[in-house]
């Protein structure tokens, strides 16, 4: 079993920028992807960026530019860097660790941009 936990969440100025967390323990040597999600009022959840056990990363075409994945393995901690904020990316944001047979999902994270 794997249990990330997600931090960093806030509220921010359009513009500004945010840094999110995503622990995870438990299982590690299990996973082979970890991945952003965020879901909006009313909106269906939607990958933001995923990272894969060798360090490739994946970017929806909607997402690229402006939110960087990146990993601290010894931490086994995966970031989301969030640069120039919206309103529109105003949801809740959660983390997702996935091996073969398996998906795990945080808790989310409020991430609220103010215009």
């Known amino acids: 079993q794997v249990r990330p936990v997600e931090s960093g969440g806030g509220l921010v100025q359009a513009g500004g920028s945010l840094r999110l967390s995503c622990a995870a323990s438990?299982?590690?040597?299990?996973?082979?992807?970890m991945g952003w999600y965020r879901q909006a009022p009313g909106k269906q959840r939607e990958l933001v960026a995923l990272i894969t056990r060798d360090g490739s990363t994946n970017y929806p075409d909607s997402m690229k530019g402006r939110f960087t994945i990146s990993r601290d393995t010894a931490k086994n901690t995966v970031y989301l860097q969030m640069d120039s904020l919206k309103p529109e990316d105003t949801a809740i944001y959660y983390c997702r660790a996935s091996g073969s047979a398996y998906d795990y999902w945080g808790q989310g994270t409020q991430v609220t941009v103010s215009s």
């Open positions: 438990g299982s590690i040597l299990s996973i082979y992807a």
